[in-house]
């Protein structure tokens, strides 16, 4: 009887210890708080324009050689020398020339008085028709050698085409000058040209209005609080085949206060067309705020400040970069989630993380 009841006292003991642990009350459930990266959207012309890198080219350029060859006697200009149209830059030794012109006059004399000769003869019957036409096929191959020689020896100096700026020299004094080599290459810097390469998405539109409805201007680092306007003047209609852009060409007004020159490197800002904004008013956002939901609709979430809970918002889509994108239906002031949006759900609970806007 000893026995039996020491063996059903340790059951009793831990049937009366599950009872009283039953009996404590369990914790409390915790509400599951998401932490996401946020930020404000506004409606700021920054949120309006694309940039371009851009580089500096002048408005009309040109290599300029003799046209003839020879040994170069003087050259008149160094590099970064202002010229004007008609300028001479640089002369070949004449020598030759001149007396190779010397040598066409007198073949030209001697042809035309044959030729005047003959026109009397031929009236005459004295010669027959056929001598007077070889006589006059003479006198006109005389007359274009002399022309020849007169261009040559004119081509002996080198002018200058258009008004400009030497940019480089390729020869020297008393050097020969074979063939068409360059001797300068001239720029005209009175209008600068600006090149930026424009991807497809962006070119449809360029193409169509050949930029003309488009507010564009341009930023050079080393110039603080200058904006310089820009034009549209073409671009190419084959995209380059490695970076499948196209290159679009800008002109502007060479200012007279800061030497820029070919070259160089700027900022090219382009206004957004109202198209490309999307529908309403259009916000810049990072690529990562704009999700899918089930029916494929583009959708962002917005923070409601008061109760620090998401809700979904349908937005349009515009224009879209490497890291933002243009939305069209939300509001300046608007909350969006820009990291953590694809593991939400209407309602839930958020906290912004330490490197986004916390509301006041």
């Known amino acids: 009887m000893l026995k039996k009841l020491s063996f ?6 831990i049937t009366a210890t599950l009872t009283s642990a039953c009996e404590e009350p369990l914790p409390p459930v915790v509400t599951e708080s998401r932490p996401v990266k946020t930020i404000v959207v506004n409606e700021g012309l920054a949120d309006r324009v694309r ?74 019957g004295a010669i027959s028709k056929v001598e007077h036409d070889k006589i006059r096929a003479d006198f006109f191959t005389a007359s274009a050698n002399l022309k020849e020689a007169e261009q040559d020896l004119i081509y002996t100096k080198l002018k200058a085409p258009f008004d400009g700026f030497i940019a480089k020299r390729h020869a020297e004094n008393f050097e020969e000058v074979l063939g068409s080599k360059t001797i300068f290459s001239l720029e005209d810097t009175s209008e600068l040209k600006l090149l930026i390469d424009v991807p497809e998405n962006l070119m449809i539109n360029i193409q169509r209005r050949k930029g003309n409805n488009r507010d564009l201007y341009t930023i050079f680092e080393n110039i603080e609080g200058k904006k310089f306007p820009l034009t549209f003047l073409e671009t190419t209609t084959k995209a380059d085949v490695n970076t499948k852009t196209f290159k679009v060409t800008l002109k502007m007004k060479a200012p007279e206060a800061y030497s820029i020159l070919p070259g160089m490197t700027a900022t090219v800002y382009a206004s957004l067309l109202t198209d490309e904004l999307g529908t309403g008013s259009a916000m810049s956002l990072p690529v990562s705020a704009v999700i899918a939901d089930a029916n494929k609709q583009a959708t962002v979430w917005i923070v409601d400040e008061d109760t620090m809970t998401v809700k979904p918002k349908s937005v349009t889509t515009g224009t879209m970069t490497s890291s933002h994108m243009l939305v069209g239906g939300l509001h300046p002031g608007d909350r969006v989630v820009t990291a953590g949006a694809s ?18």
């Open 8 to 13: 059903t006292a340790p059951i009793i003991l």
């Open 51 to 124: 940039t371009f890198p851009a580089v500096v080219d002048a408005i009309q350029k040109a290599d300029i050689s003799f046209r003839v060859r020879g040994r170069i006697q003087k050259i008149h200009v160094k590099e970064g020398s202002e010229v004007k149209k008609g300028d001479v830059l640089a002369e070949l030794d004449p020598t030759d020339f001149q007396i190779k012109l010397n040598d066409r006059k007198a073949s030209y004399k001697t042809a035309k008085a044959n030729y005047d000769r003959a026109k009397e003869l031929v009236g005459k």
């Open 343 to 360: 593991f939400l759900r209407e309602g839930m609970k958020v906290t912004l993380l330490e490197t986004g806007e916390q509301p006041e």
